[in-house]
């Protein structure tokens, strides 16, 4: 498993040192196509490689001529199966920690939750490759108070990292009977406002988590994105009377997320590139507008 995993990665790293060169090939191309199509002498210094690069293009498509990149590779196999996600905490977590970690485990489906304990960081994301893990989340919290959430996807990455914010679990809310039991089905999405390349980026990273529901599924989960500010909800809707009279109820827990890092790895990689970082010159109201409109 070892040897595989090395060989995997090494692979990995290959193709993403070839995107530089993919993306001038690329560009190169381009500049061929629009002078054929524009009717427009070829540019000089493409005048040499014009006839190998023109029978290229003549044998590609829409979907071929496209560059990929390593992100292309990173979910490139999450529609062959099920997500599969261990959930875990900081050292020694306290009450309310545990307790939110246990209902995020019925959150995202096919999660598995365990404790801790003295493992380190490396060990966990060994062990998840070894057993084929999709996922790990990792759940901080700061004087009993969940503050922070990273999702490191496997086997290669991305890890991104989110800050915690008004946590209410459902152990929170007095009135059991109102909402109701937590339903086991396969959610549908909601990824409200994630319309930047950023936004999309991290939408994909977030609805990675969940597999696809039915179509009669009646449980929902929403990320609604306002001011870079992601509002998690969970709800399940009825109909007693038909269509017309549809019935939505919260069943918690509820949250918002401020995402402020993607690294280009798992969260065991220091040395892991940085795809995207918040800023101090970001925390303005003008310019707070990084994941959607």
Same mark, same amino acid.
């Given at each position: 498993?070892?040897?595989?995993?090395?060989?995997? +990665?090494?692979?990995?790293?290959?193709?993403?040192s070839?995107?530089?060169? $993919?993306?001038l090939?690329?560009? *190169?191309?381009?500049k061929? +196509?629009? %002078? =054929? @199509?524009?009717?427009? #002498?070829?540019?000089?210094?493409?005048?040499?490689?014009?006839?190998?690069?023109r029978?290229?293009?003549?044998?590609?498509?829409?979907?071929?001529? &496209? #560059?990929?990149?390593?992100?292309?590779?990173?979910? %490139?196999?999450?529609?062959?199966?099920?997500?599969?996600?261990?959930?875990?905490t900081? +050292?020694?977590p306290?009450a309310?920690l545990?307790?939110?970690?246990?209902? =995020?485990s019925?959150?995202?489906?096919?999660?598995?939750?365990i404790?801790?304990?003295?493992?380190?960081?490396?060990?966990?994301?060994?062990?998840?490759?070894? !057993? @084929?893990?999709?996922? &790990?989340i =990792?759940?901080?919290?700061?004087?009993?108070?969940?503050?922070?959430?990273?999702?490191s996807?496997?086997?290669?990455?991305?890890? %991104?990292?989110?800050?915690?914010?008004?946590?209410?679990?459902? !152990?929170?809310i *007095?009135?059991?009977?109102?909402?109701?039991?937590?339903?086991?089905?396969?959610?549908?999405?909601?990824?409200n406002?994630?319309?930047?390349?950023?936004? $999309?980026?991290?939408?994909?990273?977030?609805?990675?988590?969940?597999?696809?529901?039915?179509?009669?599924?009646?449980?929902?989960?929403?990320?609604?994105?306002?001011?870079?500010?992601?509002?998690?909800r969970?709800? &399940?809707?009825?109909? !007693?009377?038909?269509?017309?009279?549809?019935?939505?109820?919260?069943?918690? #827990?509820?949250?918002?997320?401020?995402l402020?890092?993607?690294?280009?790895?798992?969260?065991?990689?220091?040395?892991?590139?940085?795809?995207?970082?918040?800023?101090?010159?970001?925390?303005?109201? +003008?310019?707070?507008?990084? =994941?959607?409109?």
């Open positions: 498993m070892l040897k595989r995993n090395i060989r995997l +990665r090494r692979e990995y790293l290959y193709r993403k070839l995107e530089g060169k $993919e993306r090939l690329y560009e *190169k191309k381009r061929i +196509r629009e %002078a =054929l @199509e524009e009717g427009k #002498p070829i540019p000089t210094e493409l005048r040499n490689e014009e006839a190998s690069l029978q290229q293009i003549d044998l590609e498509d829409e979907n071929i001529g &496209v #560059p990929r990149t390593h992100i292309d590779d990173e979910y %490139a196999n999450a529609t062959e199966s099920d997500p599969k996600i261990l959930l875990t900081s +050292r020694n306290s309310p545990t307790q939110f970690v246990k209902e =995020l019925f959150v995202f489906p096919n999660a598995k939750r404790n801790r304990g003295g493992q380190v960081i490396s060990e966990i994301i060994e062990t998840c490759r070894s !057993h @084929e893990f999709t996922d &790990v =990792l759940v901080h919290e700061h004087r009993g108070v969940p503050d922070g959430l990273t999702i996807h496997l086997p290669f990455g991305p890890t %991104a990292y989110f800050g915690l914010l008004n946590v209410v679990t459902r !152990h929170d *007095k009135d059991k009977k109102a909402i109701g039991t937590m339903p086991e089905a396969y959610p549908h999405l909601i990824l406002n994630f319309s930047t390349k950023l936004g $999309e980026r991290t939408a994909n990273i977030l609805k990675h988590l969940f597999p696809v529901p039915k179509a009669d599924t009646k449980r929902i989960i929403t990320f609604a994105n306002q001011s870079d500010y992601v509002s998690f969970h709800h &399940v809707y009825e109909k !007693h009377g038909g269509p017309k009279s549809l019935e939505l109820k919260e069943i918690g #827990p509820r949250f918002e997320l401020r402020y890092q993607i690294k280009l790895g798992t969260v065991d990689q220091n040395e892991a590139q940085i795809e995207w970082v918040i800023r101090s010159y970001m925390n303005t109201s +003008r310019k707070r507008k990084v =994941l959607g409109d």
